[in-house]
């Protein structure tokens, strides 16, 4: 809801991307491409944000393997 009312909020995207992460692959099998892809996006409206670089860090390091 919060990406949807406001979609260059980074710390709403960046926890999205976590949020489905955590889906389980049979629910989403596309999780980890959506994922990278709000994480990236976070980092582009929030480069400054320390949480929102904590959590995309959090995420590349989940989806590298």
């Known amino acids: 809801e919060a990406v949807r ?3 260059t909020n980074g710390l709403a995207l960046v926890r999205l ?8 692959v ?8 959506e994922a ?3 994480s990236r996006r976070a980092v582009e409206f929030s480069p400054n944000d320390a ?3 904590r959590i995309r860090e959090e995420v590349k390091a989940k989806t590298s393997d």
């Open 5 to 7: 009312l406001s979609p």
């Open 26 to 33: 049979k629910e989403n099998p596309r999780r980890v491409g």
């Open 51 to 53: 949480e929102v670089l």
């Open 17 to 24: 991307a976590r949020r489905v992460l955590e889906q389980d």
């Open 36 to 38: 990278e892809f709000f």
